[in-house]
């Protein structure tokens, strides 16, 4: 099983229209995640931290759900500009971060 | 400040040649990763370094593959005897842990694209 696992997609999302997905990771120590985001031939940016309450930027809420091994993303009010590949990091204290493979999202008017 | 650098930013090399790629973090940060990227795919870990800890090498594709890093500073990933699918961007990031070592986000740099002919 993959450290940090993700559904690659493509989620395609009417403008306008909230989308969300999920990260799964397999290492319960884990305790420092992050949403990326990249765009093509671009290298991943950071889009938000994801804290242990939650996390909440303008259209985008980031989700920890330790019990069940996984954190979320929620995008609200799409934009054709949100088209992206949305990367997920995690990794616990005195281990190396880990990238899942990504999840693809297409917004369409 | 300055962000991650990479150089070169892009290469073109024939088959069966040595190539070095160069990484400088951001001043400060103790790790240091290296991905490589293939067109239209996800980033595929290679090596990491932590500080003066032994580098995780686990992510290396095979025995062409070598990477070094003088103290906190720049690395270095060396491809010998380059293959066509090795043909890719190589991206570096670094990152710093925080008090309760916990991590900081990692910062990528622009990346190398490689084109091996």
């Known amino acids: 099983r993959k450290e940090v696992e993700q559904d690659p997609g493509p989620f395609n999302v009417p403008e306008g229209a909230t989308v969300a997905f999920n990260c799964t990771y397999s290492n319960s120590a884990s305790q420092s995640f992050f949403w990326y985001r990249q765009d093509c031939r671009k290298e991943p940016k950071l889009l938000m931290s994801?804290?242990?309450s939650g996390n909440e930027d303008g259209r985008f809420t980031a989700q920890l759900n330790r019990a069940s091994q996984y954190i979320s993303l929620l995008i609200r009010d799409s934009k054709l500009s949100d088209s992206a590949t949305y990367l997920c990091?995690?990794?616990?204290?005195?281990?190396?971060?880990?990238f899942g493979g990504g999840t693809r999202v297409l917004v369409k008017p | 400040g300055a962000g991650v650098s990479q150089s070169p930013s892009n290469k073109v090399t024939e088959k069966g040649k040595d190539v070095e790629l160069r990484c400088d973090p951001i001043s400060g940060h103790t790790a240091l990763y290296w991905y490589r990227q293939r067109l239209g795919q996800g980033l595929e870990f290679l090596i990491y370094?932590?500080?003066?800890?032994?580098?995780?090498k686990s992510g290396l594709p095979s025995d062409r593959f070598s990477a070094e890093r003088t103290g906190e500073s720049v690395s270095t990933l060396t491809i010998q005897r380059t293959q066509q699918e090795d043909s890719a961007v190589y991206l570096c990031?670094?990152?710093?842990?925080?008090?309760?070592?916990?991590?900081?986000?990692?910062?990528f740099g622009p990346g190398t694209r490689l084109t091996v002919l």
């Open positions: 370094f932590q500080g003066n800890s032994a580098p995780d």
């Open positions: 994801v804290y242990s």
């Open positions: 990031a670094s990152s710093l842990i925080l008090i309760g070592a916990t991590w900081d986000e990692q910062f």
């Open positions: 990091v995690g990794g616990a204290a005195g281990n190396k971060l880990t």
